[in-house]
């Protein structure tokens, strides 16, 4: 007899959907603004002020929306949490 062992990626549950979807939130943020500030920041002008706002605006917005689309292609967070069966 085979167990059938349930896919890691896939919950029915809220709680587990939700604290998934804003704990991986928070790390790619935290990983994504560690690296603007490391790494893109150097390569802009000191005085260029409003540059370096956009460039970290555009940076975390662009890093949120790839952390969506891998959440609704790997997970099921998105149905459980938006009530869809």
Avoid: P
Avoid at 32 to 50: K, P
Wanted: proline content about 0%.
């Amino acid at each position: 007899m085979a167990v059938e062992r349930k896919d890691w990626r896939h919950t029915d549950r809220t709680g587990v959907a939700l604290a998934g979807f804003i704990g991986g939130l928070v790390l790619v943020l935290m990983v994504a603004t560690a690296v603007f500030f490391m790494v893109v920041v150097g390569w802009i002008e000191e005085g260029d002020r409003t540059l370096r706002v956009c460039g970290a605006v555009a940076w975390m917005y662009g890093w949120v929306y790839l952390y969506y689309k891998w959440t609704r292609w790997a997970t099921s967070w998105w149905k459980v949490l938006g009530g869809e069966n």
